[in-house]
């Protein structure tokens, strides 16, 4: 269950984009919610528009897969949000002052 | 476009800049205020004091992460949906993607809400007064649904504070709550109990529940022991109490609980469920030719199905745990103690036994026997 995973993302140029490394299936899934995220970003940004279409029903698979907790630490490039999680889950009485300062 | 770029770079760093001397300003002023007030002699800080420099921090936090990404939503750095790599174009699509995210997680929430997808899509919403809305009247409206859905909204508005809508929730559609939401009510009920405004609701809410534990307990105690009501078993009772502890009393005791114990047969669901109770070890159901798919159903892995949880709750209720939640919520309550009390008072009255350790030990000591006896048949 804890067997290390390095992987290195590389760009065409060979110039080092991102670092993983990570121990377990629980950190592949870090891995691998990173990459859906560049692939739905680059699929917004340059895919057809056909193809944007199907964004929503591939998200719908992502979760199908691992459950809906998955799509917002997609959002964060598999990552959990620490700041705003501890904030908001400590303090939901912050919630409130969040909304007003973040809002508008 | 790359002017715009550079024109936009030179504003979040430049506003990045005067956030910095802010704080450094502001800094030096506290710590101006500070010699200040040792100069005064001033040198307790009370309690209020710190709260409020704590919420100040955060405040001035939370002003300096909207700077920086609402420059962010202008197209830049320092957000946390951002990574290093991107190019303008890649970048801008995120908040496209947060967008379709958010759709879905709001379409999840219409069918099965719940409290962590109440956060979790107003924490990464680019709308927040109106998400929350949204969330509020989409929850309210499915509420009276189904169970899950009164449960979701019920954690929701507690979590939130809303002791009103709670209110308004429980007073409508209590009926929905099953003996395995206790939890959830237990939470509601704090929630209603520690504001200062409604907070005599919450003794009703403790008095009934309290009851109904009591009552279903002293059920499943009777299914095992279905004699014990009977009077003249409670008058041999009132007799042994009486005694001093020893010998004759242990005798009498013994006999007493055989007298009062179901007649021997296959073990009825509630007598398991007593047994579960009291965390006992439960007889293989199997050998006693029971159906497989009882068995299946009281698989205590974590990983059972949930669709059985209905089921799987008649044969084992959880009787002390909900028991137990109920009065640590009555703990927590003013004027809960009276509660608790009456309620313990209550408890004696229908079984009187809970009066002497020696004849629950007892009671137990026969069920285990018995249990015993079913494995060997």
Redesign the interface.
């Known amino acids: 269950m804890n067997m290390p995973v390095n992987v290195t993302i590389k760009n065409k140029g060979g110039r080092i984009v991102k670092d993983f490394s990570v121990s377990g299936p629980h950190g592949v899934e870090r891995i691998l919610l990173w990459i859906w995220r560049d692939l739905f970003l680059s699929l917004l940004a340059r895919g057809l528009s056909s193809d944007k279409k199907k964004t929503a029903e591939m998200l719908e698979s992502v979760e199908f897969m691992l459950d809906w907790t998955a799509l917002e630490r997609l959002l964060y490039g598999g990552k959990q949000c620490e700041l705003f999680d501890m904030i908001l889950c400590q303090q939901p009485d912050l919630l409130y002052l969040y909304s007003i300062v973040w809002g508008q | 476009m790359t002017v715009a770029t550079t024109m936009s770079l030179m504003m979040t760093m430049a506003l990045t800049k005067i956030a910095k001397k802010m704080k450094t300003k502001e800094m030096k002023t506290k710590a101006r205020m500070k010699m200040n007030a040792e100069g005064m002699k001033m040198r307790k800080t009370t309690d209020q004091t710190r709260r409020l420099r704590v919420?100040m921090a955060?405040?001035i936090l939370?002003?300096l992460l909207?700077m920086t990404c609402k420059e962010d939503e202008s197209m830049s750095h320092s957000c946390?949906?951002h990574?290093s790599?991107?190019t303008t174009?890649?970048?801008?699509?995120?908040f496209?993607?947060?967008q379709?995210?958010e759709?879905?997680?709001r379409s999840?929430f219409e069918v099965t809400p719940s409290l962590?997808?109440f956060?979790?899509i107003?924490?990464?919403s680019g709308?927040?007064?109106?998400a929350?809305q949204w969330l509020f009247s989409t929850i309210s409206q499915n509420a009276p649904h189904t169970s899950e859905t009164l449960v979701a909204a019920l954690e929701i508005f507690a979590?939130?504070?809303e002791v009103p809508r709670v209110l308004a929730l429980l007073d409508s559609y209590s009926y929905l709550l099953r003996p395995r939401d206790a939890h959830s009510l237990q939470l509601a009920t704090i929630t209603i109990s520690e504001s200062p405004k409604y907070h005599a609701r919450a003794i009703p809410i403790i008095i009934k529940e309290l009851a109904d534990s009591i009552r279903e307990i002293h059920v499943a105690v009777r299914s095992v022991y279905s004699h014990i009501d009977e009077a003249k078993h409670q008058r041999e009772l009132v007799e042994i109490l009486k005694l001093r502890a020893g010998r004759v009393r242990r005798e009498r005791m013994e006999a007493w609980v055989e007298a009062v114990s179901s007649p021997p047969g296959p073990m009825h669901p509630m007598a398991l469920a007593a047994a579960m109770m009291m965390g006992l070890p439960i007889p293989p159901l199997g050998a006693q030719g029971e159906d497989p798919d009882v068995v299946a159903m009281l698989d205590l892995s974590p990983a059972h199905d949930r669709d059985l949880e209905d089921l799987r709750e008649e044969f084992r209720p959880r009787l002390g745990e909900r028991f137990d939640g109920w009065r640590k919520v009555a703990n927590d309550t003013k004027g809960g103690s009276k509660l608790l009390a009456d309620a313990h008072a209550r408890a004696v009255k229908l079984m009187p036994f809970l009066r002497a350790t020696d004849a629950v030990r007892a009671l137990l000591t026969e069920y285990v026997l018995q249990f015993v006896f079913c494995l060997w048949e």
């Open positions: 919420s955060i405040l939370l002003v909207k946390r949906l990574a790599h991107w174009l890649i970048n801008n699509q995120r496209r993607l947060r379709i995210v759709a879905r997680l999840i962590p997808l956060m979790t107003l924490s990464i709308n927040v007064p109106e929350q979590a939130e504070t």
